[in-house]
């Protein structure tokens, strides 16, 4: 099995950033891709961006492109999600999740696809 960890999140003023990070543990391989997902109150889980197993492609919802990045440190197991430009709209659980395949460029952000999950950290913005 994999677990995931999530942190770095916390409250920033608008148009402020925050780094988060998902350190990964168990049978990691090295065609795990990995994502990041949110979901605010009410609203369903969103898909924010993945990354290869390599990191060498990346995905980004139209939510955030340009304003959030993601990357990997495979070496240290961990997953990172940078957030810039931080709107009220950003305020959610944000998630990480990850499964033993590539990802699937016509559906890259598919949760049901994803198998394992990190139990979330929360992001404020205000």
């Known amino acids: 099995d994999v677990q995931l960890v999530e942190s770095g999140g916390g409250s920033v003023q608008t148009g402020g950033s925050l780094r988060l990070s998902c350190e990964a543990s168990g049978s990691m391989y090295s065609n795990y891709c990995m994502a990041w997902f949110r979901q605010a109150p009410g609203k369903e889980r969103e898909g924010l961006a993945v990354i290869s197993p390599s990191g060498a492609s990346t995905y980004y919802s139209d939510s955030v492109k340009g304003r959030f990045t993601i990357s990997r440190d495979n070496a240290r197991d961990t997953l990172y999600l940078e957030m810039n430009s931080l709107m009220p709209e950003d305020t959610a659980i944000y998630y990480c999740?990850?499964?033993?395949?590539?990802?699937?460029?016509?559906?890259?952000?598919?949760?049901?696809?994803?198998?394992?999950w990190g139990r979330g950290t929360q992001v404020t913005v205000s």
């Open positions: 999740a990850t499964k033993p395949t590539h990802f699937d460029p016509r559906q890259p952000l598919v949760a049901q696809t994803y198998q394992y």
